[in-house]
T-cell receptor
Framework: DGGITQSPKYLFRKEGQNVTLSCEQN?????MYWYRQDPGQGLRLIYY???????QKGDIAEGYSVSREKKESFPLTVTSAQKNPTAFYLC?????????????FGPGTRLTVL | DAKTTQPNSMESNEEEPVHLPCNHS???????IHWYRQLPSQGPEYVIH?????VNNRMASLAIAEDRKSSTLILHRATLRDAAVYYC?????WGAGGTSYGKLTFGQGTILTVHP
């Protein structure tokens, strides 16, 4: 089945630790995105990548880092510099080619800092 | 980014039509109007999008005002599974060579409650 997978579904981290969230897609999409969602709020863009080995900061990139070494993978690292990391993290991918402009989202990772 | 305004919440009865409004008075000529929905503890799901003309698909219809400053998502017969947060989003178009990789800017959306 084609789609986006995120792991783990739930993640607990001690304050001061870095943690990496996984995002994999087998849709052959060029563009990938990371969003953060806080309770009762909409999604906010952290980072996005148009193509392998290229990525750009979104609206709230501070305290986060990403890499895009493979087309199908776009991991997000939440560093100790992120002041309020507890949130629901969503990965998405899309292609601009053809008539469809939709973004496909993964199931999300809920990160809790203890 | 151009902003959208949606009601915080709406209610509907099962099997009745639902009209979800969205205002986007500062929309630019190249902004697409996208609708996504999100069920609790899940990632958002694409519903429909359009530019100028009304659009229909298996999930919903999108009615776009002639001046494009507002739009309405229409669910023809609401079911309990349609209860979700609905987001109206204007999509920026960026990228080279005519390929759009537009990011999505989410607001708070409309919480739709469907009563049995």
């Amino acid at each position: 089945d084609g789609g986006i997978t995120q792991s783990p579904k739930y993640l607990f981290r001690k304050e001061g630790q870095n943690v990496t969230l996984s995002c994999e897609q087998n849709l052959n999409h060029d563009a990938m995105y990371w969003y953060r969602q806080d309770p009762g709020q909409g999604l906010r863009l952290i980072y996005y990548s148009q193509i392998v080995n290229d990525f750009q900061k979104g609206d709230i990139a501070e305290g986060y880092s990403v890499s895009r070494e493979k087309k199908e993978s776009f991991p997000l690292t939440v560093t100790s510099a992120q002041k309020n990391p507890t949130a629901f993290y969503l990965c998405a991918s899309s292609t601009g080619q053809g008539a469809s402009n939709e973004q496909f989202f993964g199931p999300g990772t809920r990160l809790t800092v203890l | 980014d151009a902003k959208t305004t949606q009601p915080n919440s709406m209610e509907s009865n099962e099997e009745e039509p639902v009209h979800l409004p969205c205002n986007h008075s500062t929309i630019s000529g190249t902004d697409y109007i996208h609708w996504y929905r999100q069920l609790p503890s899940q990632g958002p799901e694409y519903v429909i999008h359009g530019l100028t003309s009304n659009v229909n698909n298996r999930m919903a219809s999108l009615a776009i005002a002639e001046d494009r400053k507002s739009s309405t998502l229409i669910l023809h017969r609401a079911t309990l599974r349609d209860a979700a947060v609905y987001y109206c989003i204007l999509r920026d178009v960026w990228g080279a060579g005519g390929t759009s990789y537009g990011k999505l800017t989410f607001g708070q959306g409309t919480i739709l409650t469907v009563h049995p």
